[in-house]
């Protein structure tokens, strides 16, 4: 197949002060990075750490110009390895895409193979980016805790954190569709209603959830959790675990910091499960992939969708970081 031999991207550069600014650019082929397959992208999504990349925060990119995105999906165009034929719908996400690799903001991208899973027959485009690197990592999540007993039959309910966010919004409604009964930690009281219809059972407000137990432990209260916010909310949350249960630790929306205590650890057996969707192997992801195509029901996907031009991305990812965004924002590279 014959190019183009331009395309588009969203390019962020260092202004003289050292700040990170952005701009549209059409670039000829041959600026694109190394790699083996070269993708025609369609759409890619926003997530906390694009809104991080976009703000110069967390000194994730290491050489500008860079094009951030740090996943997208679209058609092979060529592929030197074999391993995907052209035409054929690939998605990608991690391996440091849109960090240290050039990424999805941008009409074309070039990769290692390696890096791409095939586009699932049940899922468009469009809704693979719904889901995107937040979903994966929520069902990432849920495997880990599966595999450490959770089952829709556990004692008590499945704390989500974040719940109004991306990681949350697809944790809720998936453990909600697969029948386990789900408590939506959230700092928005607007995003109630919208919570509820995802299918959590209980609504637990931020404040809530910000005050540590009386003493090192509280009150059994929850089978497992799924936490994106770190912090204190994490600390407390090991400290409210029923016996034997399991915190999968995604983010950390509010802080990087742990204060926490070894007790619930000790007395109460509990595990913290870190959740890297980076680094994830090819197979589990595959894995994930095929199970959110096959459970994630599409209608509760919907609702939790908004699609958004390229040229509103630096925008939203001031939102994101201020936790101003809901659901699953899936960026049109070619609007
Ligand atoms: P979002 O911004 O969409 O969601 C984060 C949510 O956290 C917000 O919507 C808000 O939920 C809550 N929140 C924000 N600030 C605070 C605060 N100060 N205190 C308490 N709660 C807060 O981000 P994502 O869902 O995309 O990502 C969530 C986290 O997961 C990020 O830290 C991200 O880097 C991480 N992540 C990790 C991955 C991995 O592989 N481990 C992959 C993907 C994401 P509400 O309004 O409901 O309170």
């Not at 054929?88 to 990769?111: L, P, Y």
């Not at 959740?275 to 090819?282: E, G, H, L, M, R």
Request: hydrophobic share 45%.
């Amino acid at each position: 197949m014959s190019l183009n031999s331009e395309f588009k991207a969203l390019v962020l550069d260092l202004d003289a002060e050292g700040k990170v600014s952005a701009s549209f650019e059409t670039l000829s082929n041959d600026r694109l990075p190394e790699g083996d397959t070269t993708i025609a992208v369609e759409y890619s999504s926003l997530n906390y750490k694009d809104g991080m990349i976009l703000n110069g925060q967390g000194r994730l990119v290491r050489d500008y110009p860079h094009v951030p995105g740090v996943d997208f999906v679209g058609t092979v165009e060529a592929c030197d390895t074999g391993a995907f034929e052209v035409g054929q719908k690939v998605i990608c996400t991690g391996w440091r895409v849109g960090e240290v690799h050039w990424g999805g903001f941008s009409t074309r991208a070039r990769v290692k193979s390696k890096w791409l899973v095939p586009l699932p027959d049940a899922l468009s485009a469009r809704q693979s980016m719904a889901i995107g690197t937040a979903g994966l990592t929520a069902m990432l999540a849920l495997m880990a805790l599966e595999e450490h007993g959770l089952t829709p039959g556990s004692e008590g309910e499945v704390l989500v954190t974040g719940a109004a966010g991306g990681v949350g919004s697809v944790a809720v409604a998936l453990l909600a569709a697969l029948g386990y009964r789900v408590a939506a930690g959230t700092g928005r009281e607007s995003t109630h209603a919208y919570l509820t219809d995802l299918g959590a059972t209980t609504i637990v407000s931020r404040e809530e959830l910000e005050q540590a137990p009386r003493g090192p432990l509280g009150k059994e209260r929850w089978s497992a959790a799924i936490d994106s916010v770190g912090g204190p909310i994490l600390a407390n949350l090991l400290a409210a675990l029923n016996y034997g249960g399991s915190c999968a630790a995604v983010g950390l929306a509010a802080s990087p910091k742990l204060e926490a205590t070894v007790l619930p650890f000790l007395l109460r057996g509990v595990n913290l499960l870190g959740i890297d969707s980076v680094n994830a192997p090819k197979a589990r992801r595959v894995q994930a992939w095929h199970r959110l195509a096959g459970e994630l029901p599409k209608d509760k996907l919907d609702a939790i969708t908004h699609v958004r031009g390229l040229s509103e991305a630096v925008q939203l990812g001031g939102e994101i970081l201020k936790g101003q965004i809901q659901g699953r924002t899936v960026i049109d590279v070619n609007a």
